[in-house]
């Protein structure tokens, strides 16, 4: 026990600070995930030295996005995701070809191979769904016609990381990529598509012995993890991610009437791997790197958030949404999500991306998320000059040429969270 004991304070010592600083961050209502990562970042080597050693990120990275999947698969509502189907689908696959474009050219001048463009490519194309949920709910468009949009290509991105996952997984060392994994693709991709259009219009599916499992915590959570865990199993020895067998999964449950109860016991459990795995995110961060390529990360880094917003408005347009519609979702998606920190270990696993192409990944990725706040301040003007009426980049960014904000009734009040789970299952009802 005695040797134990260092090892379980400093666990303890790293929680509380995590824990605290994400607390703090959702006091000053930004994302916690920005808290969580700037812990492991003080802790680490980058920081005071305090927790050094990280050998533990790639299984965390595994088990985290392995139970996020198969919660995000759960709360889906197939219904309105497929009352936003068009937009959203073609949104996601405007982002990645104009992600591959710019991959593209960074490829040709930086000597990258086609696996690496592709990896990248990737990586710059999925948005966070945290920070979008957060901005928002800050500006009260989470049950909006915006907010569902937004929503909507979430989950389409969601969707889409299962391929890429099954893609990155597929580059061996060396880069070799075989016909074999392009059918494993269309497999999937046919197999969640027949699965949305066969089961989005129906209603509830009783679960097998429901009577015994509802209202039972223990219960519910043993079986929620039983089938997570057995469609994973399946779907990795066939070949395919086990993430997406955790992803249908939770589409399978999501869809019978286990589902309200399920999510409230299996998000505790995920919640508190995607703690560990944003921490250890935070510990991966190399200030060194970053310092000594500052112009490299710096064009990476702004160049990633304007060109992913500036995309998204044309690409938004040109499904059909209106200007302000398409402004502010094209700007509330303009940062990395958290998935890129997973296709980023995956290709640094599969030596498709070398140890510097890794730090300059999560150099990207982790700036993206801590300048949120920023960003997040900056879709709040663009929202307050729309609701206005006002159209220019210019007046959307600098609240001094807006004017006086519109003020908000006192009997004006967000949707919280509860409310959103509670809209989601009067929808699929």
Known sequence: MEEQLPFLLLIAIVTMAAVLSGLFMAWLKQPPMVGYIIAGLFLGPAGIGFMPQVDAVPLIAEFGVLFLLFVI????????????????????????????????????????????????????????????????????????????????????????????????????????????TLVTVALAIAFLVGFIAFFGPKGKLHFPWQEQILGRVEMVTLVALLVCCTLAVITGVAGMSPAYGAFVAGLIIGKTTLRAEAIRAME???????????????????????????????????????????????????????????????????????????????????????????????????????????????VKHAHDATEQGFGSLRMAFFPGAIGIAREKSSHDVEPTAADVTKQREREET
């Open 73 to 180: 698969g759960m709360e889906i509502s197939l219904k309105a995701f497929i009352a936003d189907l068009r937009p959203a689908v073609l949104t996601v696959i405007g982002q990645l070809g104009v992600a591959l474009m710019a991959m593209l050219v960074f490829g040709a001048v930086l000597n990258w191979r086609p696996e690496q463009i592709v990896l990248l490519a990737f990586v710059v194309t999925m948005s966070s769904t945290a920070v979008a949920l957060k901005i928002l709910e800050d500006i009260g468009e989470l049950r909006g016609e915006l907010g569902r949009l937004v929503v909507a290509v979430m989950i389409a991105q969601d969707i889409a990381i299962v391929p890429m996952l099954i893609i990155a997984n597929a580059f061996d060392n060396g880069g070799t990529f075989e016909l074999s």
């Open 268 to 378: 505790p459990i995920q919640g508190v791997l995607m703690v560990c795995f944003f921490v250890a995110i935070g510990l991966l961060l190399d200030v060194g790197f970053i310092m000594a390529n500052l112009g490299l990360v710096s064009v990476f880094v702004l160049g990633a958030l304007l060109l992913k917003s500036v995309a998204n408005i044309l690409i938004l347009r040109l499904a059909g949404l209106d200007w302000s519609t398409a402004y502010q979702a094209g700007l509330i998606m303009g940062q990395i999500g958290e998935f890129s920190f997973v296709l980023a270990a995956v290709g640094l696993a599969n030596g498709v991306l070398d140890p510097v192409g890794y730090k300059l990944a999560i150099s990207v990725v982790v700036l993206s998320l801590l300048f949120s706040p920023i960003w997040t301040q900056a």
